[in-house]
C-alpha cells in the first residue's frame, strides 16, 4: 500500500468517517422521531447508540474497499444523500 492510498484510507476512516456517521445519526434520529413517533429523548438515545457500530463499520470498510475512488464516491454520495434528507427534514419539521 503506497503512502498515498493509506493517507486517503486514512482520511477516510477518521475526519470523514466521522462526518458521515454524525448525518447518519442525525438523520435516524430524525427519521425515528418524526416518521415513527418514538419520543424525542428515545430517538436520540437510540440513533447514538448505532452510531458506534455505524462509525465501526464504515472503518472497516475503508480498509477493505479495493478502490479508493470507489469509496470516496460511495462516501460523498452517502453524505449528499443524508445531508439533504437531514436539511429538509430540518426545514419542514422543525426540531427534533
Excluded at 419520543?39 to 440513533?47: I, K
Amino acid at each position: 500500500m503506497s503512502r498515498g492510498n493509506l493517507a486517503a484510507r486514512l482520511l477516510a476512516a477518521i475526519p470523514a468517517n466521522y462526518l458521515l456517521t454524525s448525518l447518519a445519526t442525525a438523520a435516524l434520529a430524525r427519521l425515528l422521531a418524526q416518521g415513527l413517533g418514538v419520543p424525542p429523548v428515545e430517538a436520540s438515545e437510540s440513533a447514538t447508540l448505532l452510531s458506534f457500530a455505524v462509525f465501526a463499520v464504515l472503518a472497516i470498510v475503508v480498509f477493505s474497499v479495493r478502490s479508493i475512488a470507489r469509496l470516496w464516491i460511495g462516501f460523498v454520495l452517502a453524505a449528499a444523500v443524508m445531508g439533504g434528507w437531514l436539511w429538509l427534514s430540518l426545514e419542514t419539521g422543525g426540531r427534533l
